[in-house]
Structure formats: structure tokens, C-alpha cells
């Protein structure tokens, strides 16, 4: 940490990758540790390759910038899924096909063919999980939420009841809930991680991976990391602990907190590791770089602070950059999630959502990241207002107060902070609520009148919102929530969703001529995925599974390169290597 300026500006951030290096002759190379596979990140994507790679055979070393865990572990912990048993336990036959037609109208990044390879193998990819101990449960939660009361861990997790979407897709609820109090993506880690170190995997934590490393070929070879001494892994944790996505007000502090890491592992020493099939970039997005996010969506970044971001301190971007080092090719960079949730309280979907201009521009009953979305493309930037009547807010307000069993630190707490201290506006008339607002009394007034028409006639929703969500606006007082992206109490969920370029079989990285980067794989959030452009809970966790196993299939049956030295760092034994090259012409033939 020496000549360390930590009163610097906690926005710029120093970078950790470094070019790649070539190694003129890896046979001779002094390396630190070898594996046939090495995972660079330990979070949901990360434990999910290492158990595949070590069914395959492989030799597993993952490394990690902290102690492992990532943005999977501060989720709830869902998974999205089709055609599961406990799907048919609650009543519903719900299959693969429904799923990928569903997703379909979404949007999605992949090819057709990949996303209906996704969806059927769902259910078995689930079931994978289970056999970890990961617990799911057939108790189903029907009405609209973000998230289910504890005791229910099935949930609609999507727009899937959306007049639009069951027009081309059976609804069910696809979003299963790790079945443990409270969110559960600590759980579902814990599981897994803890399968993964039984049967092998080696865990080199406290090293951020620093650069890749490549033979004459191109080939990646192996990874450099910047391996933190162990009388700085509490400090460093410590500073890990200070991200969180779940503490309020939090933006700032945890900028210098991300400043003061940087500064921190610059005490590290570097160790060259090398990997004999594959390396597997599972580093996570980069929704803790605001470099990143302000060169690629700056008026994101401008709110930041308004903003509760999906992840941990290791989402900085490195994977990305690792990958893109060698040649790799990113899309999507601008796409980012904006969840501003408004159910629960399921009363609030009574509402009307309107702009600036006392226009309103989206259903109420839409799957959160819709919200944010077109919030963000408003006229004001992410300028909005929830207009309610006095019975339906005073209903959200006692719902949101009794919200369901572990339901109230989540969701109730925040609705509650947000109707008192987020600048809600409270008046007799329509106009005079636009006026509080700073809106035009006559726009609002149309707005209000238009929607009041329509709900008294049962009109189909223009926007379409569900018949059974839609009622009129009616008494003499009236209220608007503020629901603006910049407003710090009622944050806005955000996580980027742009990354690398898998290949379609094998979720080998591609270079920008769309050819596959030998020896270089990448999964989860580090690359574009089924959550890109269309999102539903549950799909991240869904997707980090798919490629984790996928790109570690692949890079597990890699021939492996010579090896030299065994799992500890010394040199092999005769006997030893021969072991190797028999696995290794046993793979080939």
C-alpha cells in the first residue's frame, strides 16, 4: 500500500489486467500450480463448472479476487425452470417447449437453438443441483411479486401472465425459490462450494487474475494472478463486506471501499498458473465498475447513487477484459437491468404509472426490469410517478406493513421508506397532484380520465395490463409515489448484462471474426446469456448453470498439455506423468 492515494476520486479505479503475455516455450516456463482446468472466479457460474469439470475427470483449480461467492450469493436464489416435479406437485404441466416459446417473445441474444437446448435441460439441471442439496419446494405463490413469502418457493417470476405473452405461451410459474427463509442465494452457494472442495476443487482465493498467458500459437495456456499475502486476506475481506446490494444509502461508501481494495492488493505477489485444457472466465459483469458503466451507458452511471447494484465487489469488469485482451469479442455492453419493482405491495398495481409529462407509458403489472427500462427512456430521464387513489395506497401501505413471513426487511421496509420519505404528494384533485409533481395538470387529467374510461367499460388495456389488475381511480384524495431511477429511497435494482461471446457447443470465447478462442472458455455473467435482452428471476442463476457445465465439458475433455508439476506445485513423478498421458490418449481416441 505504500505511496497509495486513497483521497483520490473513488470513481477512478486503477486496472488490474494487464496485457497478455506469450510464453516462448511453456514446457520450461517456471509455473507456481497446474490444473487441467482453471476457473478465474468462484462465484454461481464458477462452482457450477468446477463440479462439472471434476464429473469429467478434470483437475480443478478455481481462483478468485476474494473468498468466492459473487452475486450468487447475495441473491435470493432463484432458479428459472420447466417441466420440474415440483411444478406438477402444485398443478401445473408445464414443459420445455412453453418455456422457449415464452423466452422467445422476450428477447433473447442466442440462437434459437441455443436457448431451446437451455430450456430443455432445465429441469435436469435442477435436478443436478439437488443432488448437492440444494432445496426446492412445490408450494406456489400466485399473485404478482417480485419475490415469494418464505414457505412458498414457486412464483411467476416473469411477465408470463401478461395478456401479451399467454397469447404465445401456456403460463406457469417458473421462478423456483431456493426453499430456505429469507433469500437463499447463500445457500444455494454454500451447497455447491461446499460439494466442489469435497470432491476436489482447489481453491485459490484472495488472488484477482491479472492477465492471461498464451503459447506461440495463440492458444491460452494459463493465467496470471496477483495472489494477496494472508495476513492481508481479513483486511481485504473486510472491504469485500462493505458491497452489498441490500444496504441502503450505501453508493459512495462503497466506492472508496472499492478504492481502497484496489490500493490494497497492489501488496500482491504474482503466480503464474497453468492450465493444461482450458481456462474458464466466470468473473461476473461489471456492475461494480463505473468506468465501465459510464463508457458504456453514462446517465446509468450518473444515478448511481440512487441505485441498489446486483452483485459484489468482484463484478468489476475483469473477466471481460481478460477476454477481451486476447482478442475476444463483447456485445450487448449496454444493456443493463434497471428493476424498479413496484409489488409487492400488490396493491400498487392499481395504480397508473405516468412520466413527467402526465403520460403513461407502461403496464403496471409488467416484470420490474420493463419498469426501469422504459423508465430510463422517459423524457426527464427516468423521471416517473405512481398515481393512486386513497383506498388503494392506504392498502399498500398496510400490506407493505404485513407484507408475508420474511417478507418485510426485503420488500416491506423499502415501500414503506419510499411513501414516507421519497417525496410522495398528496392531493384533492388530479390537477393538483400534477401540480405537486411538476406535470401538467390538464395532460394528468386526460391521462387519469382515459384509464377511468376504459376500466368502467372492461376495455382491454392498451398497455396490457392484466383485466384483473385494472380498476378505476376514484374518491377525493389522490396520491403519487415517486418511482424516478434517482431516487435513493426507493432504489432501483441494477446489474449489467453485456459480456463475451460464447460459441454456441462448446462456450469457447470468439474473437471478433467470429472464430473460437483455443483454450479460452467464459460463463455466467461474464458473457452474454438468456437474461441479455429479455429478464425473468431466476434466469441468471438458470444461465450460469447452463454455460458453467457446458464450457467445463469442453475444457475438461481438452487434450492435456504436458504437465509438470502436481496439484501442490511440485514437480510430477514418473509414474505420475505417465497417469496424465494416459488420461490424456484415452480423451483423444
Known sequence: ??????????????????PPRVVADPDVERWDDEADVIVVGFGGAGVVASLEALDQGADVLAVDRFGGGGSTAMSGGTLYAAGSRHQKAAGFEDTAEEMFKYLSAEGCALSPAVLRRFCEESNANLEWLEGF???????AYLQKTAYPPDGHWLFYSGNEMLPAYREVSEPAPRGHRTAVPGFGGHVYFAKLKDAAIARGTRLLPHAPAQRLLLDPAGTVIGVEVNAMPEPHWKEHEKLYGVVSPWRPFNAERAERAIARCDA??????????????????CAGAFTYSLAMIRKYREEVAQSYTGLLRLGSMGCDGSGIELGQSVGGKAEHMDRIFLGRPISPPEAFLRGVMVNIEGRRFVSED???SVFGEMLSKQPGYGRGWLVLDSAHFWKGIRQSLFPGKGMFMQWGAPALMNAVLGGTRRARSISALARKCGMDGNALERTIADYNQRAHAGQPDPLGKAADKIKPLSGRTFYAINVSLDNKFGPTFTSTLGG???QDDTGEVLDKDGCPITGLYVAGRTAIGVATLGHASGLSIADTVFTGRRAARHAAQARPRARTLDGQGAPLSPAANDKVNDRANDREE
Open 1 to 18: 500500500m505504500t505511496g497509495a492515494d486513497l483521497s483520490a476520486d473513488p470513481k477512478q479505479q486503477w486496472t488490474r489486467v494487464s
Open 133 to 139: 442439496g440444494v432445496p426446492y419446494g412445490s408450494n
Open 264 to 281: 490494497l492488493e497492489k501488496a500482491g505477489e504474482t503466480r503464474r498458473l497453468r492450465a493444461c485444457g482450458g481456462v474458464i472466465l
Open 366 to 368: 409488467a416484470y420490474q
Open 500 to 502: 463475451l461471446v460464447p
